[in-house]
């Protein structure tokens, strides 16, 4: 029996703090979110291993060699900022010599692997530039460049998505018309990216090649707000991920 395929999925949890004040008395509360879920239950329905790191717990617990990477097949950063894998405890408090985790994760893909980012306010560049990866290894590795500043483009009244099915073999059979998005990060596709769905001349869905691996930059959310429940619940949603960790895993296009 072969081994599931397996995705080491980053982010997508949030510590969120909320506070009223009622003239003198001002109260706060904080709450735990984990937004990753529903792609944890689709990925796993459509036959993959699915491991997540929450986010504030990726300085301790991301892996710390090529050789403990390298048991998944495919790493997903979502919503995820890269100052959380450059400015490690070991490293902050003692001011010893820690591992580049942005480094490790592009020998990761130079060995073979599957890697992709996923959009929202902490990835790529997003709000105010918080996201920090631009000029970093990861902006090398993918098939996109970034911007130098905030790069969201928000959509309110939605962004209607139209593909066309015979652009890559990874859209064969999916329909021209898909649900709106209300937002995503404006990127700039390299001369070698396959970019295989756009909105009005921004790339949404990009692929790209590093080493023996592969890359994609995937521009809008997974999740809300970005992706509102007309797309997450989409009837293509699960089979539009299913190729794509298929492609990022193995190189392959298949159904």
């Known amino acids: 029996m072969s081994k599931k395929r397996s995705v080491l999925f980053l982010g997508e949890t949030t510590i969120a703090q909320s506070g009223s004040i009622k003239g003198y ?25 699915f491991t997540n790191i929450p986010s504030h717990l990726i300085a301790r ?14 790493i997903l950063v979502s919503d995820l900022g890269a100052d959380i894998f450059l400015l490690l405890p070991e490293m902050c408090r003692t001011g010893k010599r820690a591992p580049n985790l942005l480094k490790l994760i592009c020998d990761f893909v130079a060995s073979g692997g599957g890697f992709g980012m996923i959009g929202g306010y902490s990835t790529f ?10 000029g970093t290894p990861i902006e090398a590795i993918l098939p996109v460049e970034l911007l130098p500043y905030d790069d969201r483009r928000e959509v309110p009244e939605g962004a209607d998505l139209v593909c066309d099915p015979s652009r890559s073999p990874l859209l064969k059979g999916l329909p021209e018309k898909w649900p709106y998005i209300l937002g995503y990060n404006r990127l700039i596709p390299k001369q070698n990216a396959d970019v295989i769905l756009e909105y009005e001349g921004d790339p949404i869905i990009a692929l790209g090649k590093h080493g ?44």
Not at 31 to 48: C, N, V
Not at 61 to 74: C, S
Not at 231 to 242: A, C, Q, R, S
Request: net charge negative.
């Open 25 to 49: 008395n001002v109260t706060f509360s904080i709450g735990y979110e984990e937004s990753y879920l529903m792609m944890k239950d689709m990925i796993e329905k459509i036959g993959y291993e």
């Open 212 to 255: 023996k691996g592969r890359t994609m930059a995937y521009a809008t959310d997974c999740t809300a707000h970005w992706a509102p429940a007309d797309m997450t619940g989409w009837e293509y949603y699960p089979v539009l991920w299913k190729r794509l960790l298929q492609w990022l895993a193995t190189g392959e296009c298949g159904e």
């Open 61 to 74: 617990d991301f892996p710390r060699t090529l050789e403990e990477l390298r048991r998944y097949d495919v």
């Open 125 to 134: 560049q997003g709000y105010n530039a918080s996201g920090h990866y631009k």
